[in-house]
Nanobody
Framework: VQLQAFGGGLVQAGGSLRLSCAASGHRFSNYVMGWFRQAPGKEREFVAAIAWTGGKAYYADSVKDRFSISIYVARSTVTLQMNSLKPEDTALYYC?????????????????????WGQGTLVTVSS
């Protein structure tokens, strides 16, 4: 299973970026895809997650109402639309797959439940 994340870059505070993550080599029928991020000197943290069926998503409080996650099952692709970006959103963003749970919820925040990870894409927000 391979995950390829892209779309990061440098943006001014208040701006927007759209991250994408393409998954290949899997045949999971019931899974959750999520985004995590790791800022310099900090631990990796949960950002957002969505089930393969789409619909309901789960967000960290710090990004709720600013970020939006979507999934395109036919292409095994998940996107993260990031609006109203803040300098504190600067981080390396990772996508991941939890191949066991088909629904999102509080468990979606746990990194240990995601078996497969992408390489990360860097988002830098300048003030």
């Amino acid at each position: 299973v391979q995950l390829q994340a892209f779309g990061g870059g440098l943006v001014q505070a208040g701006g927007s970026l759209r991250l994408s993550c393409a998954a290949s080599g899997h045949r999971f029928s019931n899974y959750v895809m999520g985004w995590f991020r790791q800022a310099p000197g900090k631990e990796r943290e949960f950002v957002a997650a969505i089930a393969w069926t789409g619909g309901k998503a789960y967000y960290a409080d710090s990004v709720k109402d600013r970020f939006s996650i979507s999934i395109y099952v036919a292409r095994s692709t998940v996107t993260l639309q990031m609006n109203s970006l803040k300098p504190e959103d600067t981080a390396l963003y990772y996508c991941a797959i939890d191949p066991y749970r088909g629904q999102v919820g509080a468990l979606s925040t746990r990194m240990t439940l995601y078996d497969y990870w992408g390489q990360g894409t860097l988002v830098t927000v300048s003030s």
